[in-house]
């Protein structure tokens, strides 16, 4: 396999990992391209022999995808066997399969208005719900879905699930999970605000994390962390995970879950303040599997925490990752890192799989 060693990576920012270099190190791609087969990047840090029943001595974190602005909101289609992902400041979304390698999928994907618009615009989270595509839409400032062409017009391809609370225009829907209720739950941090927190046209002072049930209705959970970030469900759905993204409290939350929906008091699952003073990131994504362990993106790389918050070790790849998912048989874990999409092959089996 190829290696691309991590001191190496930001120099040679414009590598095409076909095995051509281009002709200006540090020149972004005027857009991504899918990366020879086997090319590997960076290592698995292992703090705890526990580490080795999920993630496989021998496994490497393959690149499959370079040349990427931000990457995010990874999801695993089953219907087109392959993973799309968010280009936030592209407005695209992209698909990557074995079969095809890389192709653009949707655009615009965030931000559907003709004017043109500053900050990040596109989609960020991404999921199924229903069988259908659901995105969190910076641009747009809502949570809506990808209607089937046979329904609409081109320009009318995204219907609205929820654009605001109590009147009030959320600021940019971040990322989602699915409750097997059929509720969606959503963070609303401003960073996909034109003029980021700071924005004057933001109409809501406070960074909320929401649910929306079956029927359209919006509920506040809590407005107590200041960036909500990523968002997902223990395997039993009795715990929703939160992360925030902020440098003076960069931690995951875990809140016990209520049966009407809501939840209760949030408690500190992981803290990531010691990692954050010498690694790169802030928590984001993540995903879970069966077993209930998280693998949460954080300072440093993928962070592998049991169900206990307990951290077992890393996956580092060099650079800020965002989010990840489970992919293929489940257990894949395709990561989106920056300007790269990775995966890398794990024993355990995500949850949905």
């Known amino acids: 396999m190829n290696q691309i060693s991590t001191p190496t990576i930001r120099f040679f920012v414009s590598i095409v990992f076909a095995g051509t270099l281009a002709s200006c190190a540090f020149a972004q791609p005027a857009e991504p391209t899918a990366v020879a087969p086997g090319t590997t990047i960076g290592e698995v840090e292992r703090l705890d022999p526990a580490t080795d029943a999920l993630v496989p001595t021998e496994a490497k974190i393959e690149v499959l995808v370079d040349g990427l602005d931000w990457c995010e909101g990874p999801a695993w289609s089953n219907v087109d066997v392959a993973v799309l992902f968010s280009d936030v400041p592209r407005n695209s979304i992209y698909k990557w399969n074995e079969s095809e390698g890389l192709t653009k999928y949707l655009q615009p994907s965030g931000y559907t208005g003709s004017d043109l618009r500053k900050g990040e615009s596109g989609s960020n989270g991404l999921a199924y719900h229903r069988g259908r595509l659901t995105l969190c839409q910076h641009g ?16 009318n ?9 109590n009147g009030k225009k959320f600021n940019s829907p971040n ?5 097997s209720s059929g509720d969606i739950y959503f963070t609303d941090p401003p960073y996909g605000l034109e003029g980021g927190p700071n924005e004057k046209k933001r109409e809501l002072d406070f960074c909320g994390v929401y649910r929306v049930d079956i029927n359209g209705k919006v509920t506040l959970l809590t407005e107590e962390l200041q960036r909500p970030n990523g968002i997902a469900f223990s395997p039993d759905e009795k715990t ?8 003076e409290k960069p931690v995951v939350m875990a809140y016990a879950m209520k049966d009407d929906g809501t939840i209760g008091e949030g408690q500190v699952f992981f803290d990531a303040q010691k990692l954050s003073k010498t690694r790169q990131g802030m928590p984001d994504g993540m ?35 965002s989010n990840c998912c489970f992919g293929d048989d489940g257990q894949t874990l395709y990561m989106t890192c920056d300007r790269y999409l990775c995966r890398i092959k794990l024993s355990t089996t995500g949850v949905g799989f």
């Not at 747009?140 to 320009?155: G, H, I, P, T």
């Not at 391809?157 to 609370?165: E, L, M, P, V």
């Not at 990322?175 to 409750?179: G, V």
């Not at 440093?300 to 650079?319: A, S």
Request: proline share 1%; hydrophobic share 40%.
């Open 140 to 155: 747009d400032r809502r949570v809506a879905y990808l209607s089937d062409q046979s329904e609409v017009s081109d320009k």
């Open 157 to 165: 391809r995204f219907k609205t699930i929820a654009d605001n609370y």
């Open 175 to 179: 990322d989602l999970a699915i409750h």
């Open 240 to 247: 929703l995970y939160v992360a925030q993204s902020l440098k």
């Open 287 to 321: 995903a879970v599997d069966k077993a209930g362990n998280l693998f949460a993106t954080g300072p440093g790389g993928v962070l592998v925490l049991d169900k206990e918050g307990k951290h077992l070790g890393t996956i580092r790849v060099g650079e800020r990752i």
